[in-house]
RNA sequence: GAGGCUGUAGCUCAGUCGGUAGAGCAACGGACUUUUAAUCCGUAGGUCCGGGGUUCGAGUCCCCGCAGCCUCACCA
């Protein structure tokens, strides 16, 4: 019959904005916009309801007089009413009520109305005032189409609701879905207020390489690249401990890095193949130093969102109060297994009970798989768990007093593991030991690559006994803001590719 | 990588025992100058995730594949 029925049902949708669009232009009007000044942010714009007076006119009628205002959003609702139409619009401050009249606008400006469509960014100028009904409106005397829209918006009520389209969709699900702005803006003032802390503390913030020809810092399966002039395999850093520590070495006393680490590993709700992180290092600290910092930093990323210290979290609150408890890992141990984690017997065959492999393995590694099981998902937090057996800390400075234990705690909240931290070993005989020690077992070719000569050599020049520590930023802000899945604090989670579209 | 669940209109969802694919929102046409998820009348819109199979007949049953979610595995 027509071209449009031929088309694809989400072309035809398109369609009638199409035309809205040229329409848009026949009226001498850019549907791209340009440069808006003067603009207020509509949380602005609503604070000046004050500004609202009541005058009596010359026929005695009683009416609102306000300030003119001029906004600019995305139309969320529309409804109109004869000639008459009712604009809800949104930017990330708030909501307003627009109020669009024929009479009070001119032929051509309502012309233009007619060409919004849902989702469609707008700005408006006009008398800020309430309704008939009481709801604040910017009754509108001139307007401005800022960007037209070529696709029609989710559902007015429901928004997005299916986590695949919220991921691939995020710009959609920012504006359409409530609470995710606001969540991912927590994000950021939690990032700011972390930076805020260190930098106040003397701290200096570093960008280390992403690329490494080792990846060293951290046990887990690295991304692999190829740089093609230099004809050499390189890998995503996993960590950023090494580099870090060079600069420990360099003389840079108190640094860190917030950056992006990638894990060619599983996804889970608490594991995405790339995440952020936080290191920082202080040259004559030890993990005491850095446990009283991580109770800072914690405190003011919460103070940052504008929370108190009890944080809401599924059906149960989190209750931030310090000083954090704190315990070792033994008494941990001991506490949730109620068995003596001295006694190895005794915990292997705990480890066996739950189906965990000890053939061959060191007893400390069995162990802290006992702990990962039966004590983690126990420590709701949050809680210091320090003092590790040092078999499984190969970056850590050993006990004084005990060789057997290693100068580290891990925070957990609600069972997830937040952050890390080390009296850093700076022995370098010791260090290139244990990591031979490691990496015993690992075939000799890959062992060898997973060796790090330069920073053995970097400790060997000195570097100072120092506390350090890691934080996973993502986790932390979930629990900071409620959510219980890394991909509702990461923007873009990593998903498969769209299959064919169109 | 393994198991379970899910996939229907742009979005949110129904779809009985296997018998011609439905609603709401959005869109389009019409009425309405104070609406609030506006309302009312009318119209159009489908690769039922993809591919095979069983059947007279498949959105529905079976097999394979794709994607997402959950659990597990991996993650010193």
């Not at 306000?66 to 619009?89: E, N, S, T, Y």
């Not at 520590?245 to 108190?254: D, H, I, N, Q």
């Not at 001295?342 to 802290?368: C, F, M, Y």
Request: net charge negative.
């Amino acid at each position: 019959m027509n071209q449009a029925s031929s088309k694809s049902p989400a072309a035809q949708l398109q369609q009638s904005r199409r035309e809205k669009l040229q329409k848009i232009i026949q009226l001498g009007h850019d549907p791209w916009g340009h440069r808006l000044d003067e603009r207020l942010p509509i949380g602005e714009a609503r604070a000046m309801e004050s500004q609202i007076t009541k005058v009596t006119t010359d026929e005695g009628r009683e009416e609102e007089q306000g300030p003119r205002v001029r906004v600019a959003g995305r139309i969320m609702l529309q409804r109109k009413a004869g000639k008459l139409i009712f604009l809800d619009i949104r930017d990330w401050t708030g909501k307003i009520q627009l109020l669009v009249g024929k009479r009070q606008v001119g032929e051509e400006q309502w012309e233009l109305a007619q060409c919004f469509d849902l989702g469609d960014l707008i700005a408006a100028e006009g008398e800020l005032k309430h309704t008939r009904t009481g709801e604040l409106s910017v009754f509108v005397e001139r307007l401005w189409i800022m960007t037209k829209t070529l696709e029609p918006p989710p559902e007015k009520h429901h928004g997005l609701t299916d986590p695949e389209l919220r991921q691939r969709l995020r710009y959609l699900d920012l504006t359409y879905t409530p609470g995710v702005m606001e969540r991912f803006l927590r994000r950021t003032q939690i990032v700011q207020a972390i930076r805020r802390t260190l930098d106040e503390q003397g701290f200096v913030e570093v960008e280390g390489p992403t690329l490494h020809a080792i990846a060293g810092g951290a046990a887990a399966r690295p991304f692999e690249t190829y740089h093609n002039a230099l004809g050499i395999p390189l890998y995503l850093r996993i960590a950023l401990e090494l580099h870090l520590k060079r600069l420990l070495v360099g003389g840079m006393e108190r640094v860190y890095e917030l950056g992006r680490v990638y894990r060619n590993e599983g996804i889970s709700p608490r594991h995405n193949p790339e995440f952020t992180m936080l290191e920082a290092y202080q040259a004559y600290g030890d993990y005491h130093t850095m446990m009283d910092l991580t109770e800072q930093l914690v405190l003011a990323a919460l103070a940052a969102t504008g929370q108190g210290q009890q944080v809401p979290w599924g059906e149960t609150t989190i209750d931030f109060t310090p000083p954090f408890e704190r315990i070792t890992y033994a008494e941990a141990f001991r506490k949730h297994t109620g068995v003596d984690p001295e006694d190895a017997e005794a915990v292997a065959r705990l480890a066996q009970s739950l189906e965990i492999e000890t053939e061959g393995r060191h007893p400390d590694v069995i162990k802290n798989e006992v702990f990962e099981e039966l004590v983690e998902p126990k420590l709701t937090g949050p809680v210091f768990v320090l003092d590790y057996p040092a078999s499984i800390c190969p970056l850590t400075k050993r006990k004084r007093d005990n060789p057997q234990v290693a100068e580290r705690f891990e925070l957990f909240i609600q069972g997830m593991e937040v952050a890390n931290a080390y009296t850093e070993l700076n022995d370098p005989d010791l260090q290139e030991e244990l990591f031979r020690t490691q990496l015993a077992g690992l075939p000799p070719e890959e062992s060898m690559a997973r060796m790090d000569h330069d920073f053995i050599r970097a400790l060997r020049h000195g570097m100072p006994p120092a506390g350090g520590l890691g934080v996973g930023i993502d986790r932390l802000t979930m629990l900071l803001t409620g959510a219980q899945t890394i991909r509702e604090v990461i923007l873009f989670p990593l998903l498969r590719p769209e299959g064919k579209r169109e």
